[in-house]
């Protein structure tokens, strides 16, 4: 995220959910369809996965779970997947199911689909999953 003059900032300020009931324990960040959600809320900082990565060489595996941001960061992480050799998502939505493999299609390296099976086609707590794999 750039902050004022071009410069990066080192955290982006975002709420999060946070709830620890029967029926859901987690947390995710908020978004506009949680309106009406009803859990305690906390602002967090959080830094981009491209940040996460500029500092290392090689990365095995990134697992990506993050309650229906998956599009959101790995989209901006894109040009910086080049020296992944593996990304595991589980996905939130028929959307980012639909919507994944164009990220990949744009992203650094040569990415090519292991496992895809999408939402409500496999029992993992209503979501889907993705193994993609960097054949560069």
């Known amino acids: 995220q750039a902050g004022r003059g071009g410069r990066e900032r080192r955290h982006r300020p975002r709420a999060l959910l946070r709830r620890r009931s029967r029926s859901w324990y987690g947390q995710a960040l908020v978004r506009p369809e949680d309106a009406g959600f009803e859990a305690a809320v906390r602002v967090v900082r959080t830094v981009t996965l491209s ?12 697992d990506v779970d993050i309650q229906g941001a998956e599009l959101e960061v790995l989209a901006e992480a894109a040009p910086s997947l080049g020296h992944l050799r593996r990304v595991h998502v589980e996905t939130h939505s028929s959307l980012i199911d639909q919507q994944l493999p164009a990220v990949f299609e744009r992203a650094a390296g040569e990415w090519t689909p292991e496992i895809a099976i ?9 979501g889907g999953v993705q193994l993609w794999r960097n054949e560069a």
């Open 118 to 126: 999408p939402l409500g086609e496999a029992d993992f707590s209503g």
């Open 51 to 62: 940040k996460l990565l500029r500092p290392l060489n090689s990365v095995d595996l990134v």
